[in-house]
């Protein structure tokens, strides 16, 4: 029993050693097998991701190489409200009419531009009668003023000329005669008191006529003694006066028609301005009537070119990420972009390429375009243009252009249209 017992764990030991070679030999076919089936089985994978590996992929938009924005672009009409527009999508040529505007309010607007246009003319012509009439009033005010001035430089010529020794000459003539006057009345009164004293007359008429020659003589006597005041006050007084006189209203009338003259040019040129100011206000009047005119002329938007119409204004090719508004009532802005015609027929692809893309995607490189929305669209790219300054934060444009595959021949395919996305692959240089 105890030898038996001992025998046990050796047994035990033997079993285990014969078996371990069994199991490992199990373990390992086993995983030969696994190892071998998966290999099989991700043979395929493995080489599409490394062919997947070999490329990147870029998002892009395919945009309309021709297309054109439509908008009011009005200057008088800052607001204007939509009474039709053609529905977004609406395939249409060039010339038809795509949206048309309420007309009630520019109709108002132009029925005023009218009365202030007429009241306008009336106003200017009216400057231009009272700027005729200006012309002529100032031209018979210069001619009394230049006349004014020549008579004062004639009057102070004559005195000085003529006048002045005139009254020199006068007030010592004047002393002259009073002179004589009283040495002939002294003379005369001499002679009769000498004719008296032979007595030739009767004594009471003696008396008369002696009376009368001493009279005279006394007349005679102030007579001179106040033209010979006069004459002194007139050669030291009077005469310098006049000749300061005539040299003041000479000197007064030449500033007077330089001031007259300063203030018919002023006037002239103020009346010039007034009535030019007049001009440019009716022009204005008839400028504003005639961009409202054309204004309501242009209150349909049509076309400029044949193509498909969408709302609104495309950012690098798409549309916004909200629909439009525009609908019968909307409102919009003078400026604002109402539409974008977009000719289908020649497409392009843009990219917002990322930096960390530039050394990939350089001018004139092929890619592969893939429609996103039909994949089985397939097409060969080449980059047209990269620009090296960023439109935005770490973003470059970039242009594809591109030709559909030649061995493309399903025409069941639905036509790509500007708008919609795609992906660009650029395989990835080793």
Request: hydrophobic share 35%; aromatic share 6%.
């Amino acid at each position: 029993m105890r030898n038996h017992l001992y025998c046990l764990p050796t047994l035990s030991l033997l079993a285990a050693l014969f078996a371990a070679p069994s199991t490992t030999l199990y373990a390992a076919e086993t995983n030969i097998n696994e190892s071998t089936k998966k290999d099989s089985k991700s043979e395929t994978p493995v080489d599409k991701k490394e062919k997947e590996a070999e490329k990147t992929e870029l998002n892009g938009v395919f945009e309309a190489v021709r297309s054109q924005t439509v908008s009011p672009a009005s200057e008088q009409i800052t607001s204007w409200t939509i009474e039709r527009i053609v529905p977004h999508g609406t395939r249409v040529r060039e010339g038809q009419n795509i949206v048309w505007f309420e007309t009630e309010d520019i109709d108002k607007r132009l029925s005023d531009a009218k009365v202030a246009l007429s009241l306008s003319r009336i106003a200017f012509e009216k400057a231009e009668f009272d700027y005729e009439q200006f012309l002529e009033t100032q031209k018979i005010e210069r001619a009394r003023t230049k006349r004014t001035l020549a008579q004062a430089e004639q009057d102070y010529d004559n005195f000085v000329r003529v006048d002045r020794d005139r009254q020199v000459l006068s007030a010592e003539f004047s002393l002259k005669s009073a002179q004589a006057y009283l040495e002939n009345a002294e003379e005369e009164l001499e002679q009769l008191t000498q004719m008296y004293e032979e007595d030739d007359l009767t004594e009471e008429s003696e008396e008369i006529v002696l009376k009368r020659a001493k009279q005279a003589v006394e007349s005679a006597q102030f007579r001179y003694d106040g033209a010979k005041i006069q004459t002194q006050r007139a050669i030291k007084q009077s005469i310098p006066r006049s000749e300061a006189n005539q040299k003041t209203s000479l000197s007064l009338a030449q500033i007077n028609y330089k001031k007259a003259m300063q203030a018919y040019d002023s006037d002239k040129k103020k009346r010039t301005i007034e009535r030019q100011k007049q001009r440019d206000q009716f022009e204005k009047e008839k400028e504003n009537l005639e961009k409202l005119q054309a204004e309501r002329r242009a209150s349909v938007l049509k076309a400029p070119i044949d193509g498909i119409v969408l709302y609104g204004e495309l950012t690098r090719g798409q549309l916004g990420s909200k629909p439009s508004n525009l609908e019968a009532g909307a409102k919009v802005s003078q400026d604002q972009v109402v539409a974008t015609i977009v000719d289908p027929d020649k497409l392009r692809v843009r990219v917002d390429l990322e930096q960390k893309h530039l050394h990939l995607v350089q001018k004139g490189k092929a890619c592969q375009i893939t429609a996103t929305g039909f994949p089985n669209f397939k097409a060969v790219g080449k980059v047209k243009s990269v620009a090296n300054i960023p439109y935005a934060s770490g973003k470059f444009d970039c242009v594809i252009t591109f030709k559909q595959s030649e061995d493309e021949t399903d025409s069941e395919m639905p036509k790509i249209m500007p708008t919609m996305n795609c992906v660009l692959a650029f395989e990835t240089e080793q």
